[in-house]
């Protein structure tokens, strides 16, 4: 009669260790599998890295109502953020002229309108870049929400500086405008992924982050629109934002990360950089994302979008309502990928979007070259400016931040997302600065300085960048750990 009870308490015992109770996991015996499994000294050991945390978070997860509202209202910013891009870059010819009435009262000569309207459009990511480098500082100062707080107050003054450029005819003050509104959107794109990753369940988090990009290709859209002349406490946080009371496992996995960050204390952006050999990797690799985020040839393509559509002859009047069309369909991209991005996977959207952008590269550069000796060919750019467009905005470009705050732990993770602003917003600024140049100079061939990046970006993804979908943070921690002791050939201890 004793047998058969101790059978029903095991079978108990097992039921809720499915259910995902986390102290009855670690009294369950490791298998083999398990205990064989190499983790790199130091590391603590949770899940096994194979079979990654979908146990404890079920495919089919109920969205919590709440979760949804904050996340939308997040990411309202990332909505001017693309609003501003468009806004500050759109206008070229306008300003031309405006420099002319305000500065010199006569028409300047062409270069020095195309050396002025190069540092023009250079002003917005060097803003960018002060905002990048001030944004730890504010993070680790004043809190997340903190941070949020102070970007929309500085965005309320940017609007504000843009509204009276108009009105004050020194051109200084209009590039000043720049300026600040580049500081202010650099907060934004370092602020607003970092606090949907935070905010957001493992099994979800990929969509939830992307929705910052989806929502910036929705600001470019509305920025088009609407320049149309025709229109002139912990555990009670978590069950408030997930509307369950079961929230063990993710207070698990805090304390989990929490315990391990003992060791690593806060790591400021310099430490990271210089004295973080553990975290080498995970930097290079943010350089890597960043460099193929922006040098792949896209900004370019949005700031003279206009003059593509015109030299395939499309009408000046028709080319407003040709480049809102190319704009919504990124913006369906950058939806698709936010709904594949937790089932596919992020290295497969890297992959797939810079091996578009690898190919529409090469035959751009071709067609381009043709299309003086073959008319239709201006159809066929038309249709490869967009395929590319299309193919940035479905991985290359909304993914990386998503990367950024999955390599790195909460001591570390807003100094990691200060290095990825300032990256992105120099090579942004770098491109502002060098592209109108070039472009007079090698005309179609612009595109092959973009293609070999594209493939060399594509092939360190491929080999170096793990899969991490469906991961606590913790465990990427483990398996990024794992992948570095393998390429520096250092041997790997088990924590018993």
Not at 262 to 269: D, S
């Amino acid at each position: 009669m004793e047998k058969p009870q101790e059978n029903k308490q095991g079978v108990r015992k097992n039921t809720q260790r499915v259910q995902g109770s986390p102290g009855t996991e670690r009294k369950e015996t490791k298998s083999p599998q398990e205990s064989t499994d190499s983790t790199p000294k130091g590391i603590p050991k949770t899940h096994s890295v194979a079979e990654p945390v979908a146990k404890a978070h079920p495919s089919k997860t109920k969205l919590p109502k709440k979760l949804i509202w904050i996340s939308l209202i997040s990411t309202f910013l990332s909505m001017q953020y693309g609003y501003n891009i468009w806004i500050v870059n759109s206008p070229t010819v306008l300003l031309q002229d405006f420099y002319n009435i305000s500065t010199y009262e006569e028409l300047m000569d062409p270069d020095s309108q195309t050396f002025m309207m190069s540092i023009t459009i250079a002003l917005f990511p060097l803003g960018g870049i002060f905002g990048a480098l001030v944004f730890g500082y504010c993070a680790d100062r004043f809190g997340r929400k903190g941070t949020l707080l102070i970007t929309n107050i500085l965005s309320i003054v940017s609007a504000m500086l843009m509204g009276l450029s108009n009105k004050v005819q020194p051109f200084e003050f209009t590039m000043f405008a720049r300026v600040y509104t580049g500081m202010c959107t650099g907060l934004v794109s370092c602020i607003i992924p970092l606090y949907l990753s935070e905010i957001s369940q493992t099994s979800m988090r990929g969509s939830f982050v992307m929705m910052h990009h989806l929502l910036l290709t929705i600001g470019v859209v509305v920025a088009r629109v609407l320049a149309l002349r025709e229109l002139l406490g912990t555990a009670e946080v978590l069950k408030n934002l997930r509307e369950t009371e079961d929230v063990e496992e993710e207070i698990e996995e805090f304390h989990q990360e929490a315990n391990f960050e003992k060791t690593e204390k806060k790591i400021n952006t310099l430490k990271l950089l210089l004295r973080s050999p553990n975290l080498r990797w995970h930097v290079l690799t943010i350089v890597v994302l960043m460099l193929g985020q922006q040098v792949t040839g896209v900004n370019a393509a949005y700031y003279y979008t206009t003059r593509i559509y015109e030299a395939a002859k499309v009408g000046r009047d028709k080319v407003r309502f040709v480049t809102i069309a190319t704009d919504t369909f990124v913006s369906f991209s950058t939806t698709l990928g936010v709904y594949l991005v937790d089932s596919v996977g992020r290295r497969t959207l890297l992959l797939v979007g810079f091996g578009i952008c690898s190919v529409t590269c090469i035959l751009l550069s071709i067609t381009m070259t043709l299309q003086d000796i073959y008319p239709f060919m201006t159809y066929i750019n038309t249709v490869l400016d967009d395929v590319f467009l299309i193919g940035h905005g479905f991985g290359p470009y909304p993914v990386p931040p998503l990367i950024v705050a999955e390599l790195f732990l909460q001591s570390s993770r807003s100094s990691g997302f200060v290095i990825a602003g300032v990256l992105q917003w120099f090579f942004h600024f770098i491109t502002g600065v060098t592209f109108l140049r070039t472009e007079n100079r090698l005309k179609g061939y612009i595109f092959l300085i973009f293609c070999p990046l594209c493939i060399a970006v594509f092939y360190y993804i491929f080999n170096f960048v793990p899969e991490t979908k469906n991961m606590t943070f913790l465990d990427i921690r483990k398996l990024m750990a794992i992948q570095t002791a393998k390429r520096s050939k250092v041997k790997v201890h088990v924590d018993k």
